[in-house]
């Protein structure tokens, strides 16, 4: 699932090819991408039309679209979720699945997704904050995140500190790439326990977290194949700079120890065995 600075360079990428401009057709190619329509893909074409976009916004991995009048267009992008904006004339890419076209001409905003886990739905009231999203934490580059308590918070919880850095109701916009890069500059082994960071290893983590997002917003997000790319299409290149995620057996940027993979969670957690070390009585499973 793309993570904050992918979906904040999709937010970019759309602000201007969408803020002000109105819809005027909506046609929808597949069902499944507005399944949480529940009245149905016709209901939500036509109640799009004639409705005025304004800037989109985003919390954490989480985007939306506001219209003028109070509601929103939420968008789960999912794991393969995009938005592509295109002449209404250019040849569509595969698995297009929504066009939204508007009263001023090109271009034309399509939504597209391969393994349609993601979708697009209309948040009554949603514009200022979906109610689908309250729930959500704020994330590190929201000028209400609160360091200090965010870090407190997290050394209450009983649990690992890559689990917390997971937990999208305590800070949001971090997965599994970002998550092991801040471990990894904050000098952290994934499974070290919450309870036992000081405040500040604690905001030291967090702190890496947001750097290591911005250094990956700076070079258009993380793209590992065709699902995540930006707008335009083209794709991101902070893969090219992952100092541990994804490196299994390569030297550690930092102490040239070999980078090791290890299961966590139903997934991968990558580390430095030197600069991470294994915490007494760590459980590996996150």
Known sequence: MPELPEVETVR??????VTGRTVSAVQVLHPRPVRRHLAGPEHFAAVLVGRTFTEPRRRGKYLWLPFADGDALLAHLGMSGQFRLDPADAPLVANTRV?????????????????MFGGLSLSPGGAELPAEVAHIGRDPFDEAFDLEGTARR???RRTGVKRALLDQTLVSGIGNIYADEALWRARTHYARATANLGQAQARAVLTAARDVMAGALEQGGTSFDALYVNVNGSSGYFDRSLAVYGQEGRPCPRCGTPVRREAFMNRSAFRCPRCQR????ASFGG
């Open 12 to 17: 970019r990428g759309l602000a201007p090819g």
């Open 154 to 156: 997290m050394r209450s």
């Open 278 to 281: 294994t915490p007494s009585g």
């Open 99 to 115: 066009l939204i076209t508007f009263a001023d001409g090109d271009p034309q905003l399509r939504f597209v997704d391969q393994r």
